[in-house]
């Protein structure tokens, strides 16, 4: 008994296995044929495929519709007033002439007297008229005076007998040499009113003996204007030269 009740539960689980078996397998090949599909880009070409039908359909307008019939004519412009007519004004008739009542000749009763006329007499004659004098001419303007003559002052006339600057004994020791300028104010007597220096020599010895010399030493032959002495500016160069 045991035997024969076993029996027929087997073919049962076999029936289940084989079922379940089968559902497992038709979900993996399912999912398999989606992985295929994705990877060889079946579904993104059905998306390309649809997607611009779709676009197009929502671009799409309907044409204007056609106008029927012809187009209607435009109303005339109203027409223009009429001008009023201008009333017509007649002239008056101008009155008739009046005739203005005409001389009569009436003999005169007395004497005719015989006038005569004067001639009317000759104008005078123009008197000429004599252009007035011209005003004399102006005198012709002095001649410019001619240029003051000026003669420099000098300082070598032999009459002046001006001595030769002593030269400083330390300058002969040590060689000093030069040429030293004073500028002089000589004044009408032919004396130095004041001196400076112009020219160094470089030396102040050198400078200062040419500077005493040519001031309280010298006298000069003071310059003029024509021919009156004058207070002047004159440079006088002297030299220290050892032999």
Request: glycine content about 6%; overall charge positive.
């Amino acid at each position: 008994m045991s035997t024969s009740a076993a029996l027929p539960s087997q073919p049962t689980r076999v029936i289940r296995l084989g079922r379940n078996t089968v559902i497992v397998g038709a979900v993996l090949l399912f999912h398999g044929v989606g992985l295929w599909a994705l990877q060889s880009g079946l579904l993104r070409r059905a998306v390309e495929v649809v997607v611009p039908v779709e676009i197009l359909a929502e671009f799409i307008t309907p044409a204007p519709p056609e106008p029927q019939g012809p187009p209607e004519p435009a109303a005339p412009p109203p027409p223009a007033p009429e001008p009023r007519a201008k009333p017509v004004v007649r002239p008056r008739p101008a009155p008739a002439p009046v005739k203005a009542p005409q001389p009569l000749a009436v003999a005169d009763s007395t004497p005719s007297v015989m006038t005569t006329e004067l001639a009317p007499a000759p104008a005078p004659a123009p008197v000429a008229q004599t252009a007035p004098a011209a005003p004399p001419a102006p005198p012709a303007p002095p001649a410019p005076p001619a240029p003051p003559r000026i003669v420099q002052p000098s300082s070598t006339a032999q009459y002046l007998n001006n001595p030769a600057p002593p030269y400083p004994s330390m300058s002969r020791r040590l060689g000093e040499t030069g040429r030293v300028v004073i500028r002089v104010l000589i004044g009408p007597d032919g004396r130095a009113q004041e001196a400076r220096i112009q020219q160094s020599s470089g030396f102040d010895r050198l400078d200062q003996v040419a500077l005493e010399t040519a001031r309280d030493r010298w006298r000069y032959k003071p310059g003029t204007r024509d021919g009156v002495p004058e207070a002047m500016w004159f440079n006088v160069p002297l030299n220290f030269v050892l032999e």
